[in-house]
């Protein structure tokens, strides 16, 4: 089902018309409203009435995380702390955290782009949907919920974590949707497979995942383990949150929401724009969000666009599943590693579990990469021939998909640390060494 | 005469068999036969338990890696040439082997055996009245 087939189904032209008149208005805010715009268009003599067309975009100035970084906490708003609503904040792994605002009206079209988003999976108002992101600071939680409610479906906010009441309320309340992250879908999954559930008790019909990299190898098991289909969100939490673009049925790359995030893919090292099947970094100018606008921020994602149509009938422009994070790539020996060529590999070794850690390490001049992986009970046997005949294939197995070595080491399940439900795929060690 | 062997994946990490023959001695699992298995940076401890079920949940519960392999256990006499005796009846049946481990006690000695095949090597030492320990006897060891 199509929420807003008036827009998602627009021909070019009509999408080329909003986007235009769209971004006008938002030069204009952000050049009168935000300081570090006013300065950063100034440098490139660009005033207010200069831009009309999108076709411009590729003149404007980028904005990067480490911008949001500088402007801590409120910076970046264009609007007055009366007309927010809603904060957000990422993590913040390394120094401060990325805040984010929302207006009223950034909260209605936050629902309205995950509710067009649920559509895609045909989720409605006959459904039971499980949020099991986490509710909090991080956007996953609250965001899925509010367009979940916005298409009428019956919403369970249980947020992240206690896997024993999450299986207990899916059986009871006869959830037919989830939405959490891949790595902890997949934990449900095996957390049903070895319990005492019986598998039809469980009515779930389609999962939305998102929130973190993952492939499609984790795809297919997640599915096969818990009985349903599996769509890709994405979202980050600068651009909006989950409900930049999403899935269909069709499962052949994400629909971009071109009306409110206008997306670029650009070549990270030379910045420039690059054509649409190329893959580059991808970039993304937020041309209706009140609090906080964006003009071509920077995601550090990898993926390509295309716009070739859908069978589902949907117009906008469609981006790939990302190869992985632009930050998220380590350089071991000259060789570009992502962490999701990893679970590729490991998951074509059968009966693996998806837990790994990419552990990376310096020792004289020499990088190494090891990768953890934990056993589970499930696919090992007491005999240690048997164990080390799994390590053998999941070595053999990265090594023909990396092009280096890798040593794997078997560790006990449970032992790499999940946080907030989004698993610590890498350790670089690298530069606390070097310093 | 299957009886219920304990298999524990163990990361080479120190403190971790500490760890987990506390919690078998909080929970008063008994232990009556243990080995391990060492690889370059895991090991395999087997062990024969008072109660099985019991110390496999325990284990879980406390994120061990845990199996319950089937085994059988044979006696022989606690003298020389008794496990020989025994081991030429499996090799001239064929019986292949895949571990094993032993203990004596007082004049008796029992040797605990892992066979892909326990149908087969519980028919044929039984043929050659070779004693075998049912479960009951050796969990109450």
């Known amino acids: 089902m199509i929420w807003n087939e008036h827009i998602e189904a627009a021909s070019r032209d009509e999408l080329t018309n909003i986007q235009n008149e769209r971004l006008v208005k938002m030069i204009e805010r952000i050049y009168y409203n935000v300081p570090f715009y006013r300065k950063k268009l100034q440098e490139q003599g660009v005033k207010p009435g200069d831009i009309k067309s999108i076709d411009q975009l590729k003149d404007l100035p980028f904005t990067n995380k480490t911008d949001l970084r500088d402007n801590y906490p409120f910076g970046l708003f264009t609007v007055p702390q009366s007309d927010i609503v809603r904060l957000h904040a990422s993590s913040g792994t390394t120094g401060k955290p990325t805040v984010v605002g929302y207006t009223r009206a950034d909260i209605s079209l936050w629902s309205e782009v995950v509710a067009r988003s649920l559509s895609m999976a045909n989720v409605g108002k006959n459904d039971i949907i499980q949020i099991a992101y986490g509710y909090g600071l991080f956007t996953g939680g609250l965001g899925v919920h509010y367009g979940a409610e916005k298409v009428g479906a019956s919403v369970i906010p249980i947020s992240g974590g206690n896997t024993k009441k999450q299986l207990q309320l899916m059986q009871d309340f006869g959830s037919t949707v989830i939405a959490c992250t891949p790595s902890y879908a997949a934990f449900l999954g095996e957390s049903i497979q070895k319990g005492d559930i019986d598998k039809n008790n469980i009515k779930l019909k389609a999962g939305i995942f998102g929130a973190e990299p993952w492939t499609k190898e984790l795809r297919f098991q997640v599915e096969e383990m818990l009985g349903l289909k599996a769509f890709d969100i994405y979202g980050l939490s600068e651009i909006i949150g989950p409900g930049v673009s999403m899935e269909c049925e069709h499962q052949c790359g994400m629909h971009i929401f071109e009306d409110h995030f206008i997306p670029e893919i650009i070549n990270p090292k030379t910045l420039e724009v690059l054509p649409y099947g190329k893959v580059g970094e991808l970039v993304f100018t937020t041309v209706t969000k009140e609090a906080m606008p964006l003009l071509r921020y920077r995601t550090r994602d990898l993926t390509r666009l295309y716009t070739d149509k859908c069978e589902c009938g949907r117009t906008i422009v469609r981006m790939e599943k990302c190869l992985g994070r632009s930050d998220d790539m380590l350089i071991i020996r000259g060789v570009n590693i992502f962490p999701s060529q990893v679970e590729a590999a490991l998951l074509e070794v059968s009966n693996t579990t998806s837990h790994y850690q990419l552990v990376v390490n310096r020792e004289g001049n020499l990088d190494t990469l090891e990768v953890n992986v934990e056993v589970d009970e499930q696919f090992w046997s007491d005999e240690v021939k048997v164990l080390e005949g799994l390590r053998t294939r999941i070595r053999n197995s990265m090594a023909s998909t990396l092009g280096i070595s890798v040593k794997i080491n078997l560790v006990e399940p449970m032992s790499i640390a999940r946080s907030e439900g989004k698993a610590v795929r890498v350790i670089d060690n690298r530069k606390k060494q070097s310093s | ?141």
Do not use: W
């Not at chain 2, 524990?8 to 008063?28: C, P, S």
């Not at chain 2, 080995?35 to 325990?58: C, L």
């Not at chain 2, 004596?104 to 004693?131: M, Y």
């Open chain 2, 1 to 141: 005469m299957i009886i219920e062997q304990l298999s524990v994946f163990i990361e080479d990490k120190t403190g971790r068999l500490t760890e987990m023959t506390k919690i078998l001695a909080e929970n008063n699992i008994n232990i009556s036969a243990f080995s391990i298995a060492d690889a370059a940076d895991f090991g395999i401890v087997r062990m024969i338990v008072n109660n099985p079920i019991k110390a496999k949940q325990v284990l879980k519960e406390n994120k061990f890696s845990v199996n319950i392999t089937e085994v059988v256990c044979l006696v022989v006499p606690h003298e020389s040439g008794g496990l020989y005796k025994a081991l030429q009846i499996l090799s001239k049946n064929n019986v292949p082997v895949d571990y094993m481990y032993a203990f004596a006690l007082e004049n008796k000695a029992s040797v605990i055996i892992r066979s892909p095949s326990n149908d087969t090597i519980i028919k044929v030492l039984q043929e050659h009245k070779i004693e075998l320990l049912k479960a009951s006897d050796i969990y109450s060891i």
